[in-house]
């Protein structure tokens, strides 16, 4: 048996310090670390003169004749040569050829090879072992690898020693191309035992500019700010030794290397719910991405091997088919019409039958027989299912059945967040079950400190930025007391399965009936499933005066959040909000039978107004409970070696058959976690949603390090129409960025824009980092997208945008000593028509889509005819007779499906239906509704896709042409039409209008280069043309998603 004494130091600048002789010894060399420049490692006195003394503290101890010394990672490092003289001994060399060595350059490198592939020595045959900084340059399991690769070389008493990365959280760190490790990650990779000194304590000495370190990073990496140094050194010593009765300091292993790189086996099933919900195909895709980050972490757990089955719908199947996949993950369609066999067809049958397993014997009995039939001769030893499905415990009763969904906390400012239950969902979660259990837990002083400092992160953060200020005080003024209702989804396990309401509206009235018109009851619409039509809002406000709602809230995501700290209750059946209400201290009242029972100050509305003025009882432990150990992060989820480690664990407990209540440990050190967590969160709020919609007028800045401007990196703010406002905006700075790259889309529609001033400053400091107020400082701007820069008589940048995505493009900022930047822009933004139409004109001469020119159609054979509908059009427009202009350009559309200039007028025309409510006039034959469901704006997308919408018509017996055209091009697709119940449902006076308002068709992409392309859906009748949704496709059949 192998015993390895192994322990971490985290090296102490001080200490490094204290080594002058050493280090001049080293300066004289050429290996100067006593200057600000970093021509070496920024870090590398540390991790030099620490592996001198333990080398020298070696040699000094055991005294071996000849020693075999072996450098791993030698690289081109002039440090190889100082050990030599320094000790007078030879060290063997060894690099892999790629990277910073090539074998006609180096003289120190003795064998040019992967250290993993070195067969030249064998095992037990080796004194040493470093790796100056060396083995981070790998992924966490070949660092693993790597490590019992050396354990094995190493003879008795043999040393191995490697200077690594660590920081707060295990991650790649790109600048360095290395693999940054946590403590707790660390010691689990070596089998430490003992870590000496405190990383946090440590890397403040790091910022005090010790050994030059501060300006060194900054000479490495460009900067420094309150986040860095990104990371600090470690030293890993592990010493390989024979005792009889070794102490626990000590881990075994076999005698044998080949045995000791042996990584136990797991089978993971993931089950993505195939049956329709809401007869949606591709409802449950976003599970899919759910599923995908966890197999990403795990293909990167350096002590396991896993092998992953993924179960779901073959619309899902073919929507995924061209990812990049590991090498052992299977997905695996099942259809769902089979699943549904004995309930009729009916899926929310059979998914409360499921949930209440109320299901027969003979429906469990086929579900499960139909899993292992898809599965075959695979077993799983752990499932991962999104939904109620006991059928998989009947196929496999050995393998963990875990039920997953999003945590407590999802959107923005919080970051996501996961539960993994092995008894079930709501009212059969592990919370409803083991509730007596956690009511009963107590916490640390200190543990109850980062609760507040995590309550207090959030709480100012959404205050701050809070878009519903005005709505708030209005309503304060008018009622005695507000309550928060956020409304979910009917007709699925979730709402209907936990309450007795048949629907969202009979809630509401419910609701209403129940309490007194002196209390305020605020509904809030779910972000992806809205409630109310107009007429049914109409009634409400009409019937009851405490009824709120506005059509605000349907501009923003997460609107509960901005509400939270002005009411006095939240009421839920079994909405996540029921839970946040705990990080403001709100009374919960539990409107069903569900997890949220665990909280609860009431189950009822009846006595209401006296809940209300009870104090609220302190339920800090329950909170801290449920962040501490049931809802992860997913930053834990995303690390390889925490998640692979929950999962082994949990597998552990269900085979041995644990009590159950002992399910759950500790995530992590409770300050560390909420540490993390804020970390984590995101800054760039409130989230605006980006619709059609009249009053949906907004701006968004985008930041990033890279000029790739992506939606999670921006913010956006509603416009103030029609007159001069002051925008303040602010941004968290992502990691990793050496220069800010800002982008500025002033308005999402056609518009005049003019912007007189624009000052950028750090968020902490308010230092001024970049600001233009006059014409010449504005130049420094540059304009794209639908904008046109025009001459202004002030002295302002003064825009016109002709479609919906006009971008002013900053010029690179330096980075800043802060995690985030304030921007203020004054601004004012147009869209009073008469004004905006002076411009219109220009349409005819403005470059439009790749360099295409709007006169194309003048050299048609139906030029002259064409020339004088666009121009009929265009003077439409510009007097308003919109339902004329709309004929003309249909005209045109009918001889000319391709015409550049009329798809351009019939854009400019769709954004000032949408913007203007005043312009919009129903044509005698016309749509008063269309949407395009899909593909979304923006989608990356390969092969064939499914192109579909709907559209519903004014008029009976009206024939529509839907034409689908790609970069203006008419794609002569064959368009199928169907049932949509979804959108009839909403409209019921155009049902008998509309008997078919849904379509549909398919788009091969392989005919088309890879790269952004733009897709344009038309409706055309004899008399009138609609744009049904125009978007932005990202074809990658040649790139790997």
Known sequence: MTNLYSSIIILDPIATAAEQDLLQK????????????????????????????????????????????????????????????????????????????????????????????????????????????????????????????SIGLLRENGLFLATCALSENTGWFEPSEQTNLSVVDSKKLFDATIVE???????????????????RYKSRYGHFSDRNPEFIVGGVKALKMTQKNPGTQFTFYPTTGSSMNQKPSINILFYIEPMKTFHRPLFHLPWWTFAYRKIASLVDDPFHKYSFRVITSSAIKEQIKNQDLPEDL??????????????????????????????????????????????????????????????????????????????????????????????????????????????????????????????????????????????????????????????????????????????????????????????????????????????????????????????????YGSVSQYFLSSVEAVASVSSMVGLQALIWNKKIIALGDSHLNIVADSTSLESIEALLHQPTPNKDHILLWLLSHYYIPLSYVQDPIWFGDFLENALYSFRNKKDLQDFYKPIDDIPNLIRRILENASLNIPILKKRNSSDNHYLQLYVSSHEEYREENSITSTIHLEKWHTYYLSLQIPTGTEEIHLRLDPCNHSALIEISRIV????????????????????QLSVKGTAKNFVSAHESLYLFSFGNDPQIIFPPLPLISDTGIEIEIRMRVSSEYPEVNQYISLLETSSYSEDQTLSKSRNTIYGSYLRSLLDWAVLCIATHHLDKAR???????????????????????????????????????????????????????????????????????????????????????????????????????????????????????????????????????????????????????????
């Open 197 to 215: 000194n405190d990383f946090y304590e440590i890397r403040e000495r790091y910022r005090k500019n010790i050994l030059y370190l501060r300006e």
């Open 760 to 779: 950028i400053c750090a968020s902490k400091t308010k230092q001024v980092i970049w600001e233009a107020s006059d014409s010449a400082s504005l130049m």
């Open 887 to 1041: 004929e003309g350009i249909a005209s045109v559309l009918a001889n000319d499906p391709d015409n550049v200039e009329a798809h351009t007028l019939l854009d400019c025309l769709s954004q000032m239906s949408a913007i203007n409510s005043n312009l919009q006039s129903m044509p005698e034959n016309g749509l008063i509704a269309y949407t395009l469901d899909s593909p979304s704006d923006g989608e990356r997308v390969q092969g064939i896709i499914d192109i579909y919408g709907w559209i519903l018509s004014n008029k009976p017996n009206l024939t529509w042409d839907i034409r689908i055209l790609l970069d203006n091009k008419d794609c002569n697709l064959t368009i199928e039409r169907g049932e949509r119940e979804d959108v009839l449902c909403n409209y019921e006076i155009y049902r008998d209008h509309n008997p078919y308002p849904g379509f549909g068709t398919k788009l091969d992409t392989t005919q088309w280069e890879d790269g952004e392309h733009r897709l344009v859906v038309i409706a055309i009748n004899n008399s009138t043309v609609y744009q049904i949704g125009k978007i932005k496709l990202f074809i990658a059949n040649q790139t790997p998603q």
């Open 330 to 555: 299977q997905i695996l369609e099942v259809d769902d019409e089979k699943l549904l066999t004995h309930f009729d067809g009916d899926y929310l049958k059979a998914s409360l039958a499921w949930y209440h397993q109320t299901y027969s014997d003979e429906q469990i009995s086929y579900n499960s027989e139909l899993i292992k039939g898809v599965l075959g001769d695979w077993q799983p030893d752990i499932m991962i299912s999104y939904s109620p499905a006991p059928f998989l415990q009947r196929a496999y009763p050995l393998a963990l059945l875990l039920h997953s969904e999003y945590g407590m906390t999802s959107r923005p400012p919080f970051s996501e967040s996961f539960y993994f239950d092995p008894l079930g969902y709501y009212q059969y979660s592990y919370l409803s079950r083991y509730a007596d259990k956690i009511r009963s837990v107590n916490f640390t002083e200190k543990e109850y400190q980062a609760l507040e400092e995590y309550r207090s992160f959030f709480v100012n953060l959404i205050d701050q930025r809070n878009p519903f200020k005005p709505l708030i005080e209005e309503l304060r003024s008018r009622f005695k007391h507000l309550i928060l209702v956020p409304l979910q989804a009917s007709n699925n396990y979730w709402f209907d399965g936990n309450c007795k309401f048949k629907s969202q509206f009979h809630m509401i009235e419910w609701i209403l009936r129940s309490t007194p018109q002196h209390i305020g009851v605020i509904f809030v619409p779910h972000p992806d499933f809205p409630v109310f039509t107009q007429d049914t809002l109409n009634y409400l406000r009409f019937r009851y005066p405490h009824f709120i709602y506005y059509d605000e809230f349907e501009q």
């Open 26 to 149: 080293l300066s004289d060399y050429g290996l100067n670390h006593l200057e600000p420049i970093a021509h070496t490692g920024w870090n590398y006195a540390l991790d030099q003169v620490w592996l001198l003394r333990e080398i020298e503290d070696y040699l000094q101890r055991f005294s071996p004749s000849k020693p075999v010394i072996v450098e791993v990672g030698c690289g081109k490092s002039i440090f190889h040569n100082f050990i030599e003289e320094y000790f007078g001994l030879d060290v063997i060399g060894i690099d892999r050829p790629e990277g910073f060595c090539n074998p006609g350059e180096f003289k120190n490198v003795d064998y040019f090879v992967d250290f993993l592939d070195f067969t030249a020595f064998q095992e037990n045959s080796v004194d040493i072992i470093f790796w100056l900084s060396s083995i981070e340059h790998n992924k966490l399991p070949q660092i693993r690898d790597l490590f019992l690769k």
